[in-house]
């Protein structure tokens, strides 16, 4: 916005970002329904969606946009649940590469179609605040 903003582009932006919080919401609610919290979920769904030898702690930190002891310390904790298992890299034993459990996948595919079924009945709310916006 400009500072030639006015009041509502004001309120079109406080839609918006209530619209995204209320979904934050519902993800984190969703998250501990399934038994993980809300990083956790996040951590699961860049780690599946990694491509192929790529998903790293270092990769999960950018992912997350976090520090790579955080992401570290979450994945030590992911893999304790029984979420998560590191193996070692073939090109470098020094480093791991995760791998997602049947456990995770089975939490990760009911988290999604969830998030899917609410993105898809937000859609039109969230267009139209964009449209606002722009």
Not at 42 to 48: E, V
Not at 79 to 84: H, I, K, S, T
């Amino acid at each position: 916005m400009t500072s030639n903003s006015t009041d509502i582009d004001y309120a079109a932006l406080a839609e918006f970002r209530f619209a995204l919080r209320r979904f934050q919401v519902f993800s984190e609610n969703k998250a501990a329904e399934a038994g993980v919290t809300a990083q956790q979920h996040q951590a699961l769904l860049a780690i599946r969606a990694a491509a192929p030898d790529h998903a790293s702690v270092g990769y999960v930190a950018q992912r997350l946009i976090v520090k790579p002891h955080s992401a570290s310390e979450l994945v030590d904790r992911l893999e304790a649940q029984g979420l998560v298992r590191r193996e070692p890299m073939q090109s470098d034993r020094r480093r791991a590469l995760l791998r997602l459990t049947p456990q995770a996948l089975e939490i990760l595919s009911g988290l999604s179609a969830a998030h899917r079924e609410e993105i898809r009945r937000l859609q039109p709310l969230l267009v139209e605040h964009l449209t606002r916006l722009t």
